[in-house]
């Protein structure tokens, strides 16, 4: 029988660099433009570049409901789409519309494509996900996410 254990910190925003804590206000700012008229959840992302550049996301929702798409995957497809820099942190935010507070963590899909391009630039992607209870999860590496993830070695 074998375990996996997850490794990450959990740190208050003060706790957090000012770079980390300037990302996630760019992550609540995208937040607040989400489109979720069906879920009434929303969800922003922002991704900084090494160099300091921000990209940012949020949930965009469609009637025909699988046709929207998750804020870290707008996020991270506007930021690939734009930029040939590494990706260094990932911050994700996410509420109810009511206000009330929710956990910001990311579905299978997103965990997926931000794991891609960790191989794609060979290094690792940093992800900063807020609790309901306001606290953050730090991980230094997406790759934690997804243990046993299925990657282009896969195809070989
Ligand atoms: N959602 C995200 O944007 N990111 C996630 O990782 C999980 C879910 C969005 C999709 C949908 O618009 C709403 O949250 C409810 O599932």
Do not use: W
């Amino acid at each position: 029988m074998y375990k996996i254990n997850i490794e990450y910190t959990v740190k208050s925003k003060s706790e957090l660099k000012e770079a980390d804590r300037q990302l996630i206000e760019e992550a609540e700012e995208a937040m607040a433009k989400a489109y979720a008229p069906y879920s009434n959840f929303t969800v922003g992302c922002a991704i900084s570049l090494e160099g300091g550049k921000c990209v940012t996301g949020n949930n965009q929702e469609n009637a025909a409901y699988p046709s929207g798409l998750c804020a870290e995957r707008v996020a991270l497809f506007s930021a690939k789409s734009h930029e040939t820099t590494p990706i260094d942190t990932i911050a994700i935010v996410a509420s109810h519309t009511n206000g009330k507070r929710a956990d910001a963590f990311c579905c299978g899909n997103c965990r997926q494509v931000m794991i891609e391009y960790a191989y794609q630039q060979a290094q690792p992607i940093r992800v900063l996900m807020k609790r309901e209870d306001q606290k953050f999860i730090v991980i230094k590496d997406v790759k934690e996410l997804l243990p046993f993830h299925f990657n282009s070695e896969s195809l070989q």
